[in-house]
């Protein structure tokens, strides 16, 4: 069993940061590949961005050169560090840890607004 806590999450205006962490249980070099996924009202849930353990990323296209993910293997914490947030980006994110089984955090509250 694997549990994953998330933080950072908040209320940001257009063109603001935020960046969200996920801490697991674990010692993150056990798990196969950690990511973020994101789940606006209406919507099902999206991969936003992944990161396999020998460092390769994925990004979902509109994410793309605003969202960076990253992993501190000594804090077993991978983090999502979010520039130039849209509106669009509203949601509610969750962390996903995939080894034999997949394992999903809380969620994290994200809103972009004026």
């Known amino acids: 069993q694997v549990q994953l806590v998330e933080s950072g999450g908040g209320a940001v205006q257009p063109g603001g940061s935020l960046r969200l962490s996920c801490t697991a249980s674990i010692n993150i070099r056990s798990i196969d590949a950690m990511g973020w996924y994101r789940q606006a009202p209406g919507k099902q849930r999206e991969l936003v961005a992944s990161i396999f353990l020998g460092g390769t990323t994925n990004y979902e296209d509109s994410v793309k050169g605003r969202f960076t993910i990253s992993r501190d293997n000594a804090k077993n914490t991978v983090y999502l560090q979010m520039n130039s947030l849209k509106p669009e980006d509203t949601a509610v994110y969750y962390c996903?840890?995939?080894?034999?089984?997949?394992?999903w955090g809380q969620g994290t509250q994200v809103t972009v607004s004026s």
């Open positions: 996903n840890a995939r080894t034999s089984l997949v394992f």
